[in-house]
């Protein structure tokens, strides 16, 4: 089993940046050829995808109501992937999850594992 933990989360005003961060652990992780993400849900609303990149290759891919907010990097030594989310909005309130897939399809992604998830809360 793969284990992700999210963390940086918190509680920000409408145009400040938070930097989200995810740590992946388990068999193939070190080594393995995987795709790690991003979604969001908020309340009332399904879960949503919002970026991810794959370890080996570099690719990118972002949903485009983020795409020049949002950036998303990896550190395969780590193994492990930020989301750097600038500009915020009160709309970008959400539970914010890290998702990892196997392989190197990129779009779309179906996550294998999910972490449990840190809370960001944008104010007006």
């Known amino acids: 089993q793969v284990q992700l933990v999210e963390s940086g989360g918190g509680l920000v005003q409408a145009g400040d940046s938070l930097r989200l961060s995810c740590a992946a652990s388990g068999r193939g992780v070190a080594f393995g050829n995987y795709v790690m993400g991003w979604f969001r849900q908020a309340p009332g609303k399904e879960r949503e995808f919002v970026a991810a990149i794959a370890v080996t290759s570099g690719r990118i891919k972002y949903a485009d109501f983020v795409k020049g907010r949002f950036t998303i990097s990896r550190d395969n030594a780590k193994s492990t992937v930020d989301l750097q989310m600038n500009s915020l909005k009160p709309d970008d309130t959400a539970v914010y999850y890290c998702?990892?897939?196997?392989?190197?399809?990129?779009?779309?992604?179906?996550?294998?594992?999910w972490g449990p998830g840190t809370q960001v809360t944008v104010s007006s």
């Open positions: 998702a990892l897939s196997w392989g190197v399809d990129i779009a779309p992604m179906t996550p294998r594992y």
